[in-house]
């Protein structure tokens, strides 16, 4: 059975920074490219960044230059750092393989607000 548990979310002002965690099922870290993806009230899920098995990291244009994901193979851990926060980037933030996510796990929820 695979399983992400998500962590790290919060409420931060704007401009502030977060850092969210994942662990995942070692079966599936291993093989997979991994995506964080998140998905605000009212609209549908979308992939903010991802990152090969080989650590090779894609982002969505728009959190390039202020996300930063990474992933710690040894741990099953994939990371994203988020700079300079908005509030648009408010949602719930999910971690997944990529391309073909598995089922999802509950999240960790953003909130970017004054």
């Known amino acids: 059975q695979v399983h992400m548990v998500e962590s790290g979310g919060g409420l931060v002002q704007p401009g502030g920074s977060l850092r969210l965690s994942c662990a995942a099922s070692?079966?599936?870290?291993?093989?997979?490219?991994m995506g964080w993806y998140r998905q605000a009230p009212g609209k549908q899920r979308e992939l903010v960044a991802r990152?090969?098995?080989?650590?090779?990291?894609n982002y969505a244009d728009s959190v390039k230059g202020r996300f930063t994901i990474s992933r710690d193979n040894a741990k099953n851990t994939v990371y994203l750092q988020m700079n300079s926060l908005r509030p648009e980037d408010t949602a719930v933030y999910y971690c997944?393989?990529?391309?073909?996510?598995?089922?999802w796990g509950q999240g960790t929820q953003v909130t970017v607000s004054s």
């Open positions: 997944n393989a990529f391309p073909r996510p598995y089922a």
């Open positions: 070692g079966s599936i870290f291993s093989i997979n490219s």
């Open positions: 990152i090969t098995s080989g650590s090779l990291p």
